[in-house]
């Protein structure tokens, strides 16, 4: 039996026929060839984070593991090899006294997944990953290797450079093999992050003060409760006054993780305990403040499993999906562990960016991974699909191509340049025979 590849979740699985770790993008580029040759589709796997099949093959699956590392830099851009992952990159950006503007609060990811899935964060300014991309490198379904970039002006194979750019930042593998990312960055910055805990009702009633009053807001709301945790991360001048290591312990990894993975464990043997257990979370949360380098503030330790399904809707339309989401949870008999997560982003240009074409606002519903619900998941998309949400390309839903045409304006344009690029499908799976066509 060959090598089995599963996702971080462990929800998802596959044999592929083949295997390989290339260590450049002429290596992929052979390997492409290679796997065309022979009628096998291939796909370029990261860490696994994604919950969807996004990433399965039964062809030949290219393992990132020896394409990593910063190849190049210069003023105000970084060039990435497709493997190395946000965490190694923010550590290297950091050392040079760089930083992403944004990004999401795991790190784990590949920088070529994360973009390609469209990984987000939280900002009110500057956008998810994607829309930091100044150019791409990538190998093409005949083993060309081009480098696309968002100021280029010329033609691959008769698609606009900036067509094919914007298509291609979020584009689930779909155009090719992406070998290197060069990102927008700049100079090193901190970051306060103020914990306080409020009420959905009060939430509710401030969100637009919440949204334009802060950098970065994000908060959680524990199901069966009123209680939300709000995180506000905004630039500071500084000193750095970073929580000692005893308090990043307790915090991170003993209450986010330890406590509560034990908590779920308890909820998922006895759910009627759910609401008691979440109503003893919601009082021990408490109001704190630390400052400190940015890529430190954004991240947070995920050791917990779980299942994830995420939208994103308008902007203007965030009150009325959470308020719907609370009144679906107060008629059903659902006993919910985790905390809703919400988050909010600018417009983007990148065609298939969940944010494409309009402020946006995130709603992520988890379930602890022994106890999966998919009568939740399923009565919260009702609510986002109603609201004409997009899904999350990396997480959990049930969307297809025929929904999805509805909700992305540049939907077929996209379809087309994978036409011209792909026309033989060398790039496909059934994951995306289904939300691509």
Not at 79 to 97: C, D, I, K, Q
Not at 206 to 223: A, I, K, Q, R
Not at 279 to 303: C, G, I, N
Not at 306 to 334: C, K, N, S, T
Request: with cysteine.
């Amino acid at each position: 039996m060959g090598e089995i590849f599963r996702n971080w979740a462990g929800n998802q699985s596959a044999s592929p026929a083949e295997v390989r770790a290339p260590s450049s993008a002429e290596e992929v580029s052979r390997a492409v060839r290679d796997a065309a040759a022979a009628g096998r589709r291939v796909r370029m796997t990261g860490t696994g984070h994604s919950f969807t099949p996004v990433a399965l093959t039964d062809g030949l699956l290219l393992r990132p593991g020896a394409l990593t590392g910063i190849r190049e830099a210069g003023d105000g851009w970084v060039t990435a090899e497709a493997g190395t992952t946000v965490g190694a990159l923010n550590r290297e950006l950091h050392r040079r006294g760089l930083a992403l503007a944004n990004m999401g609060d795991i790190d784990a990811q590949t920088v070529a997944g994360a973009i390609q899935t469209g990984t987000h964060g939280t900002g009110r300014d500057v956008g998810g990953m994607a829309d930091q991309v100044l150019a791409l490198e990538m190998v093409l379904a005949d083993g060309e290797i081009v480098t696309v970039r968002g100021d280029g002006d010329g033609k691959i194979r008769g698609v606009a450079e900036r067509d094919l750019f914007d298509a291609a930042r979020v584009s689930l593998g779909a155009l090719g093999v992406v070998t290197a990312v060069t990102f927008r960055v700049e100079p090193a910055f901190l970051l306060r992050s103020a914990r306080e805990p409020m009420t959905l009702t009060a939430i509710l009633d401030s969100l637009d003060t919440l949204v334009t009053g802060n950098e970065h807001l994000d908060f959680f709301w524990l199901p069966h409760t009123d209680t939300c945790l709000t995180k506000r991360n905004n630039r500071d001048p500084g000193p750095a006054r970073p929580p000692s290591a005893f308090k990043h312990w307790l915090d991170n990894h003993f209450m986010e993780n330890t406590l509560f993975g034990a908590l779920c464990g308890v909820g998922g043997r006895y759910p009627a305990a759910i609401p008691r257990l979440n109503a003893l979370s919601a009082a021990a949360l408490s109001a704190s403040a630390h400052t400190d380098a940015s890529h430190k503030v954004f991240t947070s330790v995920r050791e917990v499993r779980f299942l994830e399904m995420e939208y994103a809707v308008a902007r203007e339309h965030l009150g009325q999906a959470l308020r719907e989401v609370r009144d679906l949870l107060d008629r059903r008999d659902w006993k919910i562990s985790f905390p809703v997560e919400v988050r909010v982003t600018p417009a983007s240009d990148a065609w298939l960016s969940t944010a494409y074409g309009r402020d946006s606002a995130y709603i992520a519903c988890h379930v602890y991974r022994p106890t999966p619900n998919p009568a939740y998941f399923e009565g919260v998309e009702e609510i986002m699909t109603r609201l004409g949400g997009r899904p999350h390309w990396g997480k959990l839903h049930t969307r297809d191509a025929a929904y999805l045409a509805t909700v992305y304006p540049r939907f077929a344009d996209f379809l087309a340049v994978r036409d011209a690029l792909d026309p033989g499908r060398v790039f496909a799976n059934d994951h995306l025979d289904t939300v691509l066509g």
